[in-house]
DNA sequence: GTGGTCTAGACCACT
DNA sequence: GTGGTCTAGACCACG
């Protein structure tokens, strides 16, 4: 089974959806530094999806620096784990100040969003100190 | 100038906007319990959109329990400004529980993330009393 | 208080509710044979809707032979209690025969279905012989 | 021939009665669990009337749980017979309700109530051994 | 071709 | 003018 996964049913493009499990897979070093993405049409069969969709995902993961692709070669991984995994963390930090300025907008309180998020992290900041 | 307000560069839905944004302003006090909307004609002309987006909105609105509307009449309020609060932070905590778990498994910890959080509150909350 | 009543959320159109709630006053003894029906600028304004609504209406009641209208008098009640009554069983003993197809249809047996009509009836035929 | 039907001339709206003849395809076992719905553009055609009229249909569909579209795929029917058929008594049910309430509130005794339903079920319960 | 959103504009019941 | 349904047809992302 592939490590590339999507979901068809949410609404996000499925173009990034790719992307972003590509660079998710490079980050946990399932995929590494060097070795080759699988061929456009490999994965598109893989996935069940069309090769265009997968065509443009490869575009912009070498826009983004992620890949490379070589004629008649095939998309050589160019980024390491530690790259991509900053680039996602910049992504999701991002996603945090977003969700965080609209709850402060909306009138939920600092420790609130904490003890909100807390439930997320399994490692005893489940908001316990707060009570 | 209208209370409600959409942006077109946005990849949201438009007929989701006008939901969310009437039910902010509900939220906020701009929109009254027992008042009217305006007719879905005259939003869709405010806004420079189709009626039929409005009629979608409106219609979700309905569904949602926060207006009620009258063929030949109009569309009343009927959700107040707690209640609508109550929908939106429920929403919102929903959005902070998911970049929470997407921040705990790209390996970002709890305190950074309150500390990333912490900038959007304006008072000082950055994050240090978590340590 | 006025003893016809309206409920503009439905979907029934209004002068077909207007014509069903003036029968039924009728059967109930509340609305006499001989006496006169409101104007119809008196209903209209007692319900708050718009004249021609109740025009409507009250020439579907004079199609039916319920009220006769003597121009310049207002419209006076020709059928008895009775009457209306009747018409009123035929036009319900119409909609059980409609539902219960529907019920066969759906698979629903004779004794499901008078089981599930029995806690509409207040005189302990709740089904309670079935168990 | 295909299995859903409408009526242009019933007073129900037209996406409505998609829905119900759908539900009702899928309870008979004539549209099965994990098979396509026709493609909205396909069934509109068949049935002569607007795409975005089927696609309403489709969408009420979709929020009941019924079938799950997925763009650029087709609708898929998720739910099976025996979900369908329980959705369908309830509504019967509630149906059945409604017009005992009725009924009973016109002065029709349980009795004859039973006896008049007993014509829509062919095995001779025509309400007898009620009595 | 497929679903989904949106625009444009019609008709209806009712105000 | 008001909500609501429907028609006609466009564009988009995807197959």
Redesign the interface.
Known sequence: MGVISID??KRQLIYEQIVESVKEQI?RGVLLENSYMPSVRALANELGINPNTIQKAYTELERQGVIQSVSGRGSIIVANADTV?GM??EQ??A???K??????D??????D??R????????G?DGK?KS
Chains 1, 2, 3, 4 share one sequence.
């Open positions: 068809l049913r980050g995994r996602r963390h999701i930090n996603a945090i100040r969700v965080a300025a609209d709850a402060a909306a009138g939920i309180g600092y420790e969003f904490c909100e998020a807390g439930t997320a992290f399994g490692t900041n100190e």
